[in-house]
C-alpha cells in the first residue's frame, strides 16, 4: 500500500506544503499572513485536492518553520534546522554547507550524510534577510523578482555602507539621485547582502558542497553575490522554498519507517482539517 | 470551536535545590539591610562583586552595596527599563555595560527625588558614603561607573583599586613575573585599607583580618568540593541553580553565613546524589554553560532546556574559585599577601596546562578540563551585547575548541560510499541577548535555536561510533 508523508513548513512570510510518496506528488506555496492555525488547514487542503487523496490517508506529518506550533494536525514539529537539512541531501547527497536566506532571516547549517552538526542564526537583523530586499526593492521601484537579473548587469556595484535596512534604503536613494546607475546600485545591495550572509556563515567553516535555500535562492545576482564572496559554486535546489517542507516530510517517513521496524504504532493526531474560527 | 483568548502568564521559575530557592529572600533580606544599615548611620560602600577585598570590609564594619547585584535584581524582575532609559536620556550610550546603565539611571533619579524612585524594586539601592571600584579583565566600567556617578553624588569619594589580570603570553612563565605582580597588588590593598581608615576612622585590626581570610580560603575548598559533586550522572544541580547560589560566594565571602551556606549545599547535592534525584528524570544531554553572563530576565530559559533532558552540570560564569591548593600560596602570616596570591593563582591556574597543547589558551583548556570531567555532550555560550568583560572572545574560544579538541568518534561517508572513522568537535549554541536589557531578548527565537540545537545533539549522539 502507498504511504504518503506530509511537510508544512510555516515561515514567516511564506507558507509551503509538499505531499511525497517516494517523491513530491504535490506542493503549495502561498504567502502566511498572521491567521497561520486556518491557513495551515487552507493549504493542506489544496495540496491534498491537488492529487485527490483524503487525509486520512497521509501516514505523517511534520510541521516545521516559525509557525509550527500553529499547525494543531501536525504529528510531530521539527526546527527548520534538521528540516533543511535532510531536504538538502535529498536533493543534494554530498551537500555540506547550506544557506537559507528567508523572509525574516538567514541561516547557515554544517551538515552531515544530511544531519545537522553545527548553525547559526541571524534572527535579530533584518539586513541579511528577503526583507531587506523587498524594502529596497519597493525604494527602487523594480519588482523584487527582477533584481536578481538587474544586479547581474552591474559591473561596478556601488558600495552600501550601511548595515542597518532602514539606512541602507535612505544611502540607496541618495546614490541613485547622485547618478548611480540601477544595475550598479542593485548589484551594490546584493553584494552588500551576500557580505552580511557570509559574515556569519563564515562561522561554520564553510565547506562544499554549498546549497543555498529560501527565497533568497531564487535571486540569480545574489546566488553569484555569494559565491563570489565565499569563493565556492553555490547550488540551487529545482525549487528552493520547499526544501524545509521536504525535508519534514522525509523526516516523518524516516519516523514511519522506525517504528515499523521497532515493532510499535505509530502515534498520530486525529485526521481531520477542522475549521478553526478565531472569535 | 472558537479560540479562547490567552492571558499572558509568566511560567514561575524552577530551582532544583533548596540552597538555590533560598537565594532570593537572601538577597533581599541584604538589599533591605543596606537601607538599614544607612539609617543606623553605618558606612555603606558600593562595590563590585569579586574586588578581592570582601573580608577587608567586614572587618572595617563597612556595609558593601553591591551595585551589579542591584541592576540584576531589577533585570530579573523585568523593571530595568525605566532606569535604563533615564540613563539614555542623560547621554550614556545604550552600548555601554547595562548593570552600569541600570544604575546611573536609578542613582540620578534617586538624587533627584531625594528618596527612592517609586516602586524601587525590593526597597531600593542605598546611598552610598564612600565608592570603591576595581578593575578586573577588560572592564573598564568597575572603572569609570562610580566616577559617572559621582555628577550626581559629589559628595561621595571613589577610591579605586587597580587589580591587575596577568598577562598570558606563550614565551612568559607564571613563575617569572608573579613577583611583580603581587607587589602591585598588596601594594593597592594597603592603599585601600588606608583609605578606609580615614573614612572610618578605625585602624584595621589584622588579625581579625587573618581570621576572616582564613575562613575564606575554607570556604573556597568547600565550594570547590560541592560543586564538584556535580559531576555525578544524573547531576543533583545545574547552572540556573547556580546563578543563584553564587549569591554568598561573591555577596558574602569570608563570612560564616556564607560558609554555612555551602555546607548545607554540599549535604543537599549528597543527599540528592544518594537518591539519584538528578535535575531532570531523564537526564539526555549534559552541557558545558561556556560563558557568558546569563539574562537575568530569562532564567526560566534554564527550566526550557530541562523540559528537554537537558541539564548544565557545570559552567565557567561565576565560578570564581579553585582549591587553594591549587594556587600555590606561600606560607606568610600577612593576610593581605595571602589575599594577592589568592586573586594573583585564581587568574593565572590555567596558564601552565594551556602552553602545554598546541593551539589552546587558558579559558580554552578550562573549557576542555570540564567538558573530560563533567561528560559533556555539548557546549552553550551567551553573548550579552552590552558586556565586553566577560564576552569578549567567546567566539574565539568556541572556534579554537573546536579547531583544537574533537573528542566525539564518528563514521564519515566518503564520495565513494566508504565509512571511514573520525573525530567531531562537540555541538556548539551561541545565544544572543543581554544580561539586563530585555529589548534585546526574544523568547521565540531563543526557543527556536535551543530547540534545533536539542535535534542537533540528538543526531550526535545517534551517529556516534
Redesign the interface.
Known amino acids: 500500500m502507498t504511504q504518503y508523508f506530509a511537510g508544512i513548513d510555516i515561515g514567516s512570510t511564506m507558507t509551503k506544503v509538499v505531499i511525497m510518496d517516494s517523491g513530491i506528488i504535490s506542493s503549495i506555496i502561498g504567502p502566511t499572513g498572521p491567521e497561520q492555525r486556518r491557513l495551515a488547514n487552507k493549504v493542506m487542503e489544496k495540496a491534498l485536492h491537488e492529487v485527490n487523496i483524503p487525509f486520512r490517508e497521509i501516514t505523517y506529518v511534520v510541521a516545521t518553520g516559525y509557525g509550527r506550533i500553529n499547525v494543531p494536525f501536525a504529528d510531530k514539529q521539527i526546527t527548520e534546522i534538521s528540516c533543511h537539512a535532510k531536504g538538502v541531501a535529498h536533493f543534494f547527497p554530498e551537500a555540506k554547507t547550506i544557506i537559507d536566506i528567508g523572509g525574516q532571516d538567514c541561516k547557515g547549517i554544517r551538515i552531515d550524510n544530511g544531519k545537522p552538526v553545527d548553525f547559526v542564526m541571524n534572527d535579530k537583523c533584518a539586513a541579511g534577510t528577503g526583507r531587506f530586499l523587498e524594502i529596497i526593492a519597493d525604494a527602487l521601484g523594480i519588482k523584487i523578482e527582477e533584481m536578481g537579473e538587474i544586479g547581474l548587469e552591474g559591473n561596478h556595484p556601488a558600495k552600501i555602507s550601511n548595515i542597518c535596512t532602514v539606512f541602507a534604503e535612505q544611502e540607496v536613494v541618495a546614490r541613485l539621485a547622485e547618478g548611480v546607475s540601477l544595475h550598479n546600485l542593485v548589484a551594490g545591495i546584493l553584494e552588500s547582502l551576500a557580505n552580511r550572509v557570509s559574515r556569519m556563515v563564515n562561522r561554520l567553516h564553510v565547506a562544499e558542497e554549498v546549497v543555498v535555500t529560501g527565497g533568497g535562492a531564487k535571486n540569480v545576482g545574489l546566488v553569484k553575490a555569494l559565491s563570489d564572496k565565499l569563493s565556492y559554486t553555490v547550488a540551487v535546489p529545482p525549487e528552493p522554498l520547499l526544501t524545509g517542507a521536504v525535508g519534514a516530510a522525509l523526516l516523518g517517513k524516516d519516523i514511519a519507517d522506525k517504528t515499523l521496524k521497532d515493532g510499535v504504532s505509530l502515534e498520530t493526531k486525529e485526521r481531520s482539517l477542522k475549521e478553526i474560527k478565531i472569535f | 470551536?472558537?479560540?479562547e483568548e490567552k492571558k499572558e502568564v509568566r511560567k514561575k521559575r524552577r530551582t532544583a535545590t533548596k540552597a538555590a530557592a533560598s537565594i532570593g529572600p537572601m538577597v533581599k533580606e541584604s538589599i533591605g539591610g543596606t537601607i538599614r544599615a544607612k539609617q543606623e548611620g553605618k558606612k555603606l560602600a558600593y562595590t563590585f562583586i569579586v574586588c578581592l577585598y570582601d573580608e577587608i570590609l567586614s572587618v572595617m564594619d563597612i556595609v558593601p552595596v553591591w551595585t551589579e547585584n542591584y541592576a540584576g535584581v531589577c533585570g530579573a524582575k523585568r523593571d530595568a527599563e525605566r532606569f535604563l532609559e533615564r540613563a539614555e536620556s542623560l547621554g550614556f550610550s545604550r552600548s555601554l555595560c547595562t548593570y552600569a546603565l541600570c544604575g546611573l539611571g536609578f542613582d540620578q533619579w534617586r538624587e533627584k527625588l531625594g528618596e527612592m524612585p517609586p516602586d524601587a524594586p525590593w526597597g531600593g539601592q542605598a546611598r552610598p558614603d564612600m565608592m570603591l571600584s576595581s578593575g578586573q579583565i577588560l572592564c573598564d566600567p568597575r572603572n569609570k561607573w562610580y566616577q559617572a556617578a559621582q555628577q550626581f553624588m559629589p559628595d561621595v569619594p571613589i577610591y579605586d583599586v587597580g587589580l591587575p589580570y596577568p598577562l598570558y603570553e606563550d614565551d612568559i612563565e607564571v613563575a617569572d613575573v608573579q613577583d611583580y605582580y603581587i607587589k602591585h597588588i598588596t601594594e593597592e590593598l594597603r592603599g585601600l585599607v588606608t583609605f578606609l581608615e580615614k573614612q572610618t576612622g578605625k585602624k584595621m585590626d589584622y588579625d581579625r583580618l587573618s581570621e576572616f581570610v582564613d575562613l575564606g580560603e575554607r570556604t573556597w575548598n568547600m565550594i570547590w568540593e560541592t560543586y564538584e559533586l556535580r559531576r555525578a550522572v544524573p547531576t543533583p544541580m545545574g547552572t540556573g541553580d547556580a546563578m543563584n547560589t553564587m549569591v554568598p560566594m561573591v555577596f558574602m565571602m569570608g563570612t560564616q553565613q556564607c560558609y554555612d551556606f555551602y555546607l548545607a549545599l554540599n549535604k543537599e547535592l549528597q543527599d540528592k546524589i544518594a537518591r539519584k534525584e538528578g535535575v531532570v528524570e531523564d537526564e539526555k544531554y549534559r552541557l558545558l554553560w561556556g560563558g557568558g553572563l546569563p539574562s537575568w530576565f530569562a532564567l526560566t530559559d534554564f527550566n526550557y532546556f530541562n523540559s528537554k533532558g537537558a541539564v548544565f552540570p557545570v559552567e565557567t560564569t561565576y565560578r570564581m574559585i579553585e582549591p587553594i591548593y591549587r594556587l600555590n600560596i606561600p606560607d606568610t602570616n600577612d593576610p593581605i599577601e595571602r589575599l594577592a596570591w589568592r586573586w594573583f593563582g585564581y587568574w593565572t591556574y590555567w596558564y601552565d596546562k594551556a602552553k602545554k597543547r598546541p593551539g589552546s589558551e587558558p579559558d580554552v583548556e578550562r573549557l576542555i578540563q570540564y567538558i573530560e570531567d563533567y561528560q559533556i555532550d555539548g557546549v552553550v555560550m551567551h553573548e550579552a551585547f552590552s558586556c565586553r568583560t566577560w564576552h569578549l572572545g567567546l567566539?574565539w574560544q568556541l572556534?579554537q575548541l573546536?579547531k583544537i579538541y574533537r573528542p566525539i568518534p564518528?563514521l564519515?561517508?566518503g564520495?565513494d560510499g566508504e565509512k571511514t572513522k573520525g573525530k567531531?568537535e562537540l555541538?556548539?549554541l551561541?545565544l544572543?541577548s543581554d544580561i539586563i536589557d530585555i529589548s534585546?531578548y526574544?523568547e521565540?527565537?531563543t526557543r527556536?535555536?535551543i530547540?534545533?540545537?536539542i535535534?542537533?545533539l540528538e543526531?550526535?549522539k545517534?551517529?556516534k561510533v
Open positions: 470551536m472558537a479560540e567566539i572556534n573546536k564518528v564519515i561517508l564520495k567531531r555541538p556548539s551561541i544572543e534585546s526574544s521565540v527565537d527556536n535555536r530547540d534545533a540545537f535535534e542537533t543526531q550526535t545517534k551517529n
